[in-house]
């Protein structure tokens, strides 16, 4: 009997019981880079938006970064954890806008497997290149006990008070104390610093970046608040953990000092 003969129903029963098992594509190892491209011919989520599935061997413990980037169209970047994305699609992460209209995953796995990252357009006619990267992130440092004391929370601030002069200097002489926050994208955290008998610095880092001796800072102040002092109002692209760092403008500067952090 030839195969036109069936009715579709059965025709397509018949045609995947005679194909083979198709092959799952294996898992990227990271780093990773790809260049892909939205198409008419890839396969459709909600409300007919074109995606693309990337399998990546994700390890227990480590820190990733998950990075989409497109001229052609404004994309976002779904994480789905181990399993068959078919029947279980459930998702451990998602973003969208973090660089421009590019999206950025930072994400630690609870388990090992192979995740999948699911390239899709905002719009449903979204279609272009674009490229997918997975980098692996340094660990976190420990957690920071604050040189000072705090010594109040006053409805939407809290209140540390230290001194400078009990901290060890860093390579370049100058004395700091770091405190460790926690701030959400796009939230302004508003930094004020005063020091006593001094000039005070506030500067912004990644705590990665604790222990270099020429950290990457993120932002800083001097003296936008009152006379010599620092005030600073800090907004993430991107949620996480920051470094307050407490320090001074000149060399081996000592003194008391007041630091303000908005809730």
Do not use: C
Request: glycine share 8%.
């Amino acid at each position: 009997m030839r195969l036109h003969t069936l009715t579709p129903a059965l025709a397509a029963l018949a045609a995947a019981l005679a194909a083979p098992a198709m092959a799952q594509p294996p898992a990227a190892a990271v780093p990773m880079h790809i260049a892909g491209a939205l198409a008419d011919s890839d396969a459709q989520g909600e409300e007919h938006h074109r995606y693309d599935d990337i399998r990546v061997r994700l390890e227990a413990g480590q820190r990733y970064r998950l990075s989409v980037n497109s001229a052609a169209f404004d994309p976002v970047a779904h994480l789905y954890r181990p399993g068959n994305i078919f029947t279980d699609q459930t998702q451990v992460a998602m973003n969208d806008d973090s660089d421009g209209l590019n999206p950025r995953i930072s994400y630690t796995p609870t388990e090992s497997g192979d995740y999948t990252l699911r390239v899709i357009g905002f719009a449903a006619d979204a279609r272009g290149a674009y490229t997918a990267d997975v980098a692996i992130l340094p660990p976190l440092a420990p957690p920071i006990s604050a040189p000072g004391r705090q010594v109040a929370v006053n409805g939407a601030w809290s209140l540390w008070e230290g001194e400078l002069g009990e901290t060890s200097p860093d390579s370049g002489g100058r004395r700091f104390a770091d405190y460790l926050i926690h701030v959400d994208a796009h939230q302004i955290r508003y930094i004020s610093l005063e020091g006593m008998g001094f000039d005070p610095v506030v500067q912004i880092l990644h705590p990665a970046d604790r222990g270099n001796d020429n950290p990457d800072v993120i932002d800083s102040d001097d003296d936008s608040g009152v006379g010599f002092n620092s005030l600073l109002a800090f907004s993430p692209d991107e949620s996480g953990d920051y470094i307050v760092r407490v320090s001074a403008f000149g060399d081996n500067a000592k003194g008391n000092y007041r630091l303000w952090v908005s809730q």
